[in-house]
């Protein structure tokens, strides 16, 4: 699991390019910026352990204040299952969401920011590797978020600042933008070159 830190703590990182924000709303683009971080790069992950029980048929992640980006690998009492979208499933089993009838599950799915659910139903635990960035409401995040990419968080955090209504300066706001979108392009190339370019493994793994 992640260390986590308080959003505060990140105060400075925008503050030096966005010095007038309050910090409320500086908090709050730190949470966009955030986010956008781990939706581009998936490097947030964890491995969670839920129970899925009757009658809801949910898990919800452990972790406080998260939602999931990607359900990367899952198994429901040690059996492996596929994961797919609601759209993937409705497509292959129409009606599905409605279908209360136990059985063997097959399917991972995530219904809600930090919920997910198998189809077909069962009850059992469920082992995933997750992908995850900060939920919208969150007061912490990761703090290799701040030690690997402090300049990246704060300077986008200070484009959406800098280009909201009533801005002083929306075009140097445009700038980090473009900067910040520009180091998303680079460290996501960086990230799958270096996954190209990892060794074979010679044992699978799973989880």
Avoid at 53 to 68: F, H, N, S, Y
Avoid at 93 to 120: C, F, I, K, M
Wanted: hydrophobic share 40%; aromatic share 6%.
């Amino acid at each position: 699991m992640a260390t986590m830190i308080d959003i505060d703590d990140c105060l400075s990182a925008v503050l030096r390019y966005a010095p007038s924000a309050s910090d409320i709303v500086a908090r709050r683009c730190l949470i966009e910026a955030a986010r956008s971080i781990c939706d581009r790069l998936k490097n947030w992950r964890i491995t969670d352990e839920m129970e899925i029980t009757t009658p809801e048929m949910q898990g919800v992640v452990t972790a406080a204040d998260v939602a999931i980006v990607s359900i990367e690998a899952a198994e429901l009492e040690g059996r492996k299952l596929d994961p797919i979208t609601v759209i993937a499933l409705d497509d292959r089993h129409p009606g599905w969401s409605y279908d209360t009838e136990l059985g063997q599950a097959r399917y991972v799915v995530q219904l809600e920011p930090n919920t997910v659910s198998v189809y077909p139903r069962q009850e059992g635990t469920l082992k995933c590797r997750l992908v995850l960035k900060p939920s919208l409401q969150a007061v912490e995040i990761p703090k290799f978020l701040r030690e690997d990419y402090g300049e990246i968080l704060g300077r986008g955090a200070a484009g959406i600042i800098l280009t909201e209504p009533n801005s002083e300066n929306p075009q140097l706001g445009l700038d980090h933008r473009a900067w910040f979108e520009n180091q998303l392009n680079r460290q996501d190339t960086k990230a799958k070159a270096g996954q190209h370019n990892a060794p074979l493994r010679t044992k699978g793994s799973y989880l």
